[in-house]
Each structure stands twice: as structure tokens, then as C-alpha cells.
């Protein structure tokens, strides 16, 4: 059986193009159409500036595909992979403060946090999703690069969700995620961007902000007004 238009377009596209770019635009095709994305060509992907912004920041003897299957807790830093240049660049984006949502349940359960880091974006990026998908449940995932049911219940019914925005000054230990954090999953891609092109850090969460699940029987210490970040409210349907 011939090479399909779709897989023909993608390999005419990479041919000539070096190892490190060929491997991320198939991690970002791949983890992108994972989440039932229309793409057709690597010149339609939302993350096409992510690779161009790779291409030139890509460094060293790490492949994408090397720093992936180290494995989850062996996960080389990025700056032994990625030139200073690019990782700065990066994280400028985050001068004006990063936001990210939570599951309410999940939040006020076990805090901002997971092993001490949570995920982010800029802020500014986050609300331009946010205008663009119009509470939508669905497509909020999507942009999100999340599963497609993910915002939504057993019975379809959207769940309690809200926002944590972190001023410049809370963004303790601001970095480019390693792969390594407690929030990295299966469809996680080395250079600091989501499957669908987003820009994300990584942040620290001190100890003392905990939920509900992580006090001792009768504890006294659940105060989320002493968490950083502050809270927005945020309604799907």
C-alpha cells in the first residue's frame, strides 16, 4: 500500500531538515493528533513556531527522542539540551505573570501543587484561549492538548473548574519543565511548549500551601487565602 497524502506531506516537509527538528515536529504531530486535531501538514500546526524557535535553541548531543525515553525522574536538565539564549526568550514570556486552571475538587483535595511544582502559562496566552473557546469544554481541552472528555464529568456535565493567576513575584523558581515534574505526563515534549503549541514553565509551590487530603485528622492548616496565586472563578459549559 502507498504512502498516504497526509504521511507524504509530513516526511516532504522534514526531509533535509535536522534530527532534532524532525523528532519534535513527529512529537508534536503525533501528541497532537492523539487529541484528535485536524492536521494534515506540519505547516498547519499551531506549534509551527515552537519549531522554529527549537531549531535554533536545540543544542548539544540530546535528541528529542533521547531526553523522552530517559524516563520519567532521569530526564536530563534543559539547559543541557537547549542554548541559554532560548531558554531566557522563554521565560520573558512570563514577565507579566502566569495563570493556569485547576480542578476545583482536585485543588482545594490536595493544593496548588504536585511534589512541590505546578504547571503554567502566560498569562496573557491563557486568556487569549480562554476568549478564543468561549467556555467551552470541549474545545477549551483541546487547545489545552488535554483528552477530550477531560473538563467533563461522567455524565457529560461540565466540572468546577477556576484559575490561579501568579504575579511576577510568585513565580518562585520560574523554569522550563523538565519532564521530570509530578504534573508530566505521556504527551509531555521537551522545549517548554504543549502539544498544541502553548508556552508552559514550571513553578514551585512551597509545602505550606496543602489542601484538605494532606492535613492530619482534624488539622486547622487549610487556608488557600495564604496560597499564592489569586483565584478567578471560571464557567464552562
Known amino acids: 500500500m ?44 499551531d506549534s509551527a513556531d515552537a519549531l522554529k524557535l527549537l531549531d535554533k535553541g536545540w ?21 543541557d539540551y537547549l542554548d541559554a539564549d532560548y531558554i531566557a526568550q522563554h521565560l520573558a514570556r512570563f514577565d507579566d505573570g502566569a495563570s493556569r486552571i485547576y480542578f476545583s475538587d482536585s485543588l482545594h ?24 473557546t468561549g467556555g467551552d469544554a470541549l474545545a477549551l481541552a483541546d487547545r489545552l492538548g488535554l483528552e477530550p472528555g477531560d473538563f467533563l464529568d461522567a455524565s457529560g456535565n461540565p466540572v468546577t473548574v477556576e484559575i490561579r493567576h501568579f504575579a511576577p513575584d510568585e513565580l518562585s523558581g520560574l523554569r522550563l ?5 509530578g504534573g508530566a505526563n505521556a504527551h509531555w515534549i521537551p522545549g517548554g511548549y504543549l502539544p498544541t503549541g502553548i508556552p508552559e514553565a514550571v513553578i514551585d509551590i512551597p509545602d505550606s500551601a496543602t489542601g484538605i487530603g494532606h492535613l492530619p485528622s ?20
Open 177 to 181: 519543565p523538565s519532564g521530570n515534574e
Open 109 to 132: 483535595t490536595w493544593g496548588p501543587g504536585n511534589r512541590g511544582t505546578t504547571f503554567v502559562f502566560p498569562t496573557s496566552e491563557l486568556q487569549n484561549i480562554l476568549d478564543e
Open 218 to 237: 482534624g488539622g486547622s492548616d487549610y487556608n488557600p487565602g495564604l496560597w499564592p496565586g489569586t483565584a478567578e472563578g471560571l464557567t464552562l459549559r
Open 59 to 79: 543544542k548539544g548531543d540530546w535528541t528529542p527522542n533521547d531526553v523522552v525515553r530517559a524516563g520519567h525522574g532521569s530526564r536530563p536538565d534543559p539547559s
Open 2 to 45: 502507498g504512502m498516504g497524502p497526509v504521511v507524504r506531506s509530513l516526511k516532504d516537509a522534514l526531509d533535509g531538515m535536522p534530527v532534532h527538528v524532525r523528532q519534535l515536529a513527529e512529537m508534536f504531530r503525533k501528541h497532537g493528533r492523539s487529541q484528535q486535531r485536524n492536521v494534515t501538514d506540519i505547516s498547519d500546526l
